[in-house]
C-alpha cells in the first residue's frame, strides 16, 4: 500500500487497542471528572444506516481525525496524506460501509462543563 515509506517494522510494533465501555463505565468516567456532568445519555439500537453508516470520503476523514495524532507519533507526519488517501479508496472498494445485515449502536452523551478554570500565565489564559 504505502511500500517504501517506512521500515515494516513499525507496522508490527504499532498496536490500536479498542475498547467499547459500557453505559456505567462511561457514566462512572464522566462522574470521577471533575470538569464535566452527565446531563444525559441515550443508547440507540440499530439508528438509521445514514446515521452509522456515511459516505466513504466522510468516514476516512472521521477515521483520520480520529487517528492521526497517534499514526503520526508511531509513523511520522510525512505518509499522513498519502496514507488516508489510500484508506479513503479502501475503505471505498470494500463492503465496510455498505452491510445491510450489519448491526450498530450508538451512544448520545450530553455534557455540562461543571466550571471552566482560567490560569494566568506568561500573559496567556490557559483554560
Known amino acids: ?19 467499547f465501555p ?7 468516567l464522566v462522574q470521577r471528572n471533575q470538569d464535566f456532568s452527565l446531563k444525559g445519555m441515550e ?14 470520503k466522510s468516514f476516512s476523514m472521521f477515521m483520520r481525525v480520529l487517528i492521526e495524532g497517534l499514526l503520526q507519533n508511531h509513523f511520522g507526519s510525512e505518509i ?26 450508538m451512544a448520545l452523551v450530553l455534557l455540562k462543563r461543571k466550571r471552566m478554570t482560567r490560569t494566568y500565565r506568561d500573559n496567556e489564559v490557559v483554560l
Do not use: C
Open 1 to 19: 500500500m504505502l511500500q517504501g515509506l517506512f521500515d515494516i517494522s513499525k507496522v508490527d510494533s504499532f498496536n490500536l487497542p479498542k475498547y
Open 22 to 28: 459500557f453505559h456505567d463505565e462511561v457514566k462512572a
Open 43 to 56: 443508547i440507540l439500537d440499530n439508528p438509521p444506516k445514514r446515521l452509522t453508516n456515511p459516505d466513504p
Open 80 to 105: 499522513m496524506d498519502e496514507l488516508f488517501k489510500k484508506y479513503g479508496e479502501k475503505v471505498e472498494e470494500s463492503r465496510l460501509l455498505s452491510d445491510p445485515n450489519e448491526n450498530s449502536l
